[in-house]
């Protein structure tokens, strides 16, 4: 069977492995080579499994290098593991995630085996062998790519999200920060943010997901299913009444006393409940804290282009978030300074469906503490189809109508100056 793109792997791996099939299957990459010689080491192997094995792992003997595509030399052996080579059948379609995750699933196609790999360890072990009789082709990845770091950074979900549960959690204590998902028309970018939820090392959390009157069928399907854990609860409104609206409604009904904000179309790294928990346990009258971010470009075919790690500004104020405009992400809000600012206002120009975000912090920036957490936390998907990119020149005249009725801002705008001139 072979596979014609990578955006498809694990569909077509389901696909074949659902319908009659062998005791085991092998994956190959394009450029590997089975040599005859390893029909007898392949069928040694087998003989001697274990039944509680649910594969084998290849470490090859020889490996065939590949010209790097811009320079004259040959690229090092490839650090990023491969998945194993041969996999028992019944293992991987059983268990509560039978098959291997899709796209929505896994953005990451590319890592899918490793992924299944991953999941299986917690309940098979893995044979690993040397073996002369498979020859593995080094592929050589465009400098664009940066691979290496890319696997740094989805490593730890892929990791943490495998972590299998005979039975969801039972939280019997009152969580102590409610993750808002606002979702419109999202259904495709759910699951892998829901996953980053479930996989947090900081279990005192209640999920929110408040469909805002979304119509796409992805989003209808996905909501039906959500996984079962008494931690997320379920909103669904007809009408879409845009971010701001959606986000206060989420506030009036949070049982923690922080708030963090969670959009639908990107991802929390594992340990970001448990490092923010533990940083706002020291601030005293505090706002919000945020945090750093790792950007990915969402390329037309949805392949996720890693763009590196985004530095928030270490402090913030309304002329700084008004001027710079700089993405906050993570973002965790106190809530009961937010219910004393009435939550998001939704009366401006675009009715708090636009810039929410910059509105808020500078809202708080003015009169409360906002406390930098300096660690990468959040994984922020940049598309073209989004709301904000699709309305770039709208950020002008949203700005110019709050300098407009904002007399805090232009207060804030003249010290600003003045301390820079001194």
């Not at 290849?58 to 320079?71: E, H, M, R, W, Y």
């Not at 639908?264 to 790294?269: F, G, I, R, T």
């Not at 002329?319 to 937010?338: D, E």
């Not at 959040?378 to 002008?396: E, G």
Request: net charge negative; charged share 20%.
């Amino acid at each position: 069977m072979i596979i014609p793109s990578e955006e498809v792997t694990a569909t077509i791996l389901n696909e074949t492995l659902a319908r009659e099939f062998g005791p085991w299957f092998m994956t190959l990459y394009a450029g590997d080579s089975v040599q005859p010689h390893a029909k007898v080491e392949i069928e040694q192997w087998l003989r001697t499994c274990s039944d509680h094995s649910a594969g084998y792992i290849i470490n090859p003997v020889s490996i065939t290098d590949q010209l790097a595509p811009s320079k004259n030399r040959h690229v090092p052996y490839l650090r990023i593991p491969r998945g194993p080579l041969l996999w028992r059948t019944k293992t991987v379609m059983s268990g509560r995630t039978p098959g291997f995750r899709t796209r929505e699933q896994l953005p990451f196609q590319k890592y899918v085996l490793n992924d299944k790999q991953f999941e299986l360890s917690t309940r098979y072990e893995w044979m690993e062998v040397d073996s002369a009789g498979i020859l593995y082709h080094q592929r050589a990845a465009p400098a664009w790519m940066k691979e290496t770091e890319e696997w740094q950074a989805v490593l730890p979900l892929l990791q943490a999200g495998s972590q299998e549960q005979s039975q969801p959690p039972v939280v019997s204590c009152p969580p102590l920060v409610t993750i808002a998902l606002c979702t419109y028309n999202d259904g495709s970018y759910l699951p892998w943010a829901v996953r980053s939820v479930l996989a947090q090392t900081f279990g005192g959390w209640e999920l929110v997901i408040l469909d805002d009157g979304s119509i796409d069928a992805e989003t209808t399907h996905y909501l039906m299913r959500v996984p079962q854990d008494n931690r997320i609860k379920l909103i669904r409104q007809e009408d879409n009444t845009g971010k701001s609206r959606a986000l206060n409604r989420i506030l009036n009904l949070a049982k923690a006393p922080w708030l963090l904000e969670l959009d639908a179309d990107d991802w929390l790294a594992p340990d970001a409940l448990e490092i923010f928990m533990r940083e706002a346990g020291g601030q005293q009258n505090t706002a919000v804290v945020y945090a750093n971010h790792m950007e990915w470009l969402e390329r037309a075919n949805k392949q996720l282009v890693y763009q590196g790690v985004k530095v928030a500004p270490s402090s913030l104020s309304p002329y700084v978030l008004l001027q710079n405009a700089p993405a906050v992400a993570l973002r965790m809000f106190n809530v009961s300074i937010l219910k004393q600012v009435d939550g998001w206002d939704h009366h401006t120009i675009f009715e708090g469906r636009l810039y929410e975000d910059i509105g808020q912090l500078m809202k708080l920036s003015n009169t409360h503490k906002l406390y930098h957490v300096p660690e990468a936390l959040y994984h922020r998907r940049l598309r073209t189809s989004s709301l904000t990119h699709r309305h770039p020149h709208q950020y002008l005249e949203w700005k110019n109508s709050i300098i407009g009725e904002s007399e805090t801002w232009k207060h804030d705008h003249h010290s600003e100056r003045q301390n820079a001139y001194e």
